[in-house]
């Protein structure tokens, strides 16, 4: 069948608006990914900035119940310090630390300690100490021990980890009645609390071995802290007791909190 003269325009005005609405329409589907990549974006931001945020007010919670507001004038979370892998807190990599101050003074420090000597394994405490060396509160921040029994060391299941507060290494016998010392244990489960007590005093004893560089915060008494530590590490050691006596050199080295 042969075409009529205008047919082939009409073929030719047909195929160009085709292209025309193909074009238009792969426009809308660009325009629509950029709207919706963009959306995705802003979404994704405003998301990551909101989890960041309750990130960050549940660690200053956390942190105010072991430091109170009241005791200091600074942000704990932008106080924060780096700490070496510790053998004295069973830190196996480095950690962080927190310095309350107020009126640029440090009146305390939140230090983490780690024990293994837990029932069901490691447990992972916080634990405040004031600049005189008392405790000024204690966190468990990490555990899996046993439900109704172990898990008595969380303070929202018990009282019983206020004990340590207000204590020093020397006001109380860092042991469990069972054990001839001054702290409960548990009915039906004493693993746990004296795991947790001899995690308290290790971090005790940490903390008075390097008080001066806690407390000062600055490079230079860190520096001269690590110097005095590493000239003793060949003659004296703490001892179980927190006391120094005769050693041999330390094969760890690395025990002094640094910025």
């Known amino acids: 069948m042969s075409l009529t003269p205008d047919q082939p325009e009409q073929q030719a005005q047909a195929a160009q608006g085709l292209k025309h609405t193909i074009a238009r329409a792969a426009l809308g589907l660009a325009v629509f990914a950029v709207v919706t990549a963009g959306v995705v974006a802003?979404?994704?931001?405003?998301?990551?900035?909101?989890?960041?945020?309750?990130?960050?007010?549940?660690?200053?919670?956390?942190?105010a119940?072991?430091?109170?507001?009241?005791?200091?004038?600074?942000?704990?979370?932008?106080?924060?310090?780096?700490?070496?892998?510790?053998?004295?807190?069973?830190?196996?990599?480095a950690d962080t630390g927190w310095r309350a101050t107020r009126n640029g003074e440090t009146v305390a420090v939140l230090l983490p300690v780690v024990t293994g000597k837990?029932?069901?394994?490691?447990?992972?405490?916080?634990?405040?100490?004031?600049?005189?060396?008392?405790?000024?509160?204690?966190?468990?921040?990490?555990?899996?021990?046993?439900?109704?029994?172990?898990?008595?060391?969380?303070?929202?299941?018990?009282?019983?980890?206020?004990?340590?507060?207000?204590?020093?290494?020397?006001?109380?016998?860092?042991?469990?009645?069972?054990?001839g010392g001054d702290f409960d244990q548990f009915t039906g489960a004493t693993i746990t609390p004296r795991a947790v007590v001899g995690a308290v005093r290790q971090a005790l004893i940490y903390f008075m071995a390097h008080r001066t560089a806690l407390l000062a915060g600055d490079s230079e008494t860190l520096t001269a802290t690590r110097r005095a530590a590493r000239a003793q590490q060949g003659t004296q050691a703490p001892t179980a007791d927190g006391t120094l006596t005769p050693s041999a050199p330390s094969e760890h080295g690395g025990d002094e909190p640094h910025e």
């Open 42 to 63: 802003v979404t994704q931001m405003t998301t990551a900035e909101t989890i960041a945020d309750n990130e960050r007010a549940a660690q200053s919670a956390a942190l």
């Open 65 to 93: 119940e072991i430091i109170p507001p009241s005791l200091h004038d600074n942000d704990l979370l932008d106080a924060a310090f780096a700490l070496p892998p510790s053998q004295v807190l069973g830190l196996e990599s």
């Open 118 to 179: 837990g029932y069901s394994g490691d447990i992972r405490l916080l634990v405040g100490i004031r600049a005189d060396g008392s405790v000024a509160g204690v966190r468990a921040v990490k555990h899996a021990e046993t439900p109704g029994l172990g898990d008595k060391i969380e303070a929202r299941k018990s009282d019983w980890i206020h004990e340590f507060d207000d204590q020093t290494l020397s006001s109380v016998e860092w042991k469990v009645n069972k054990d």
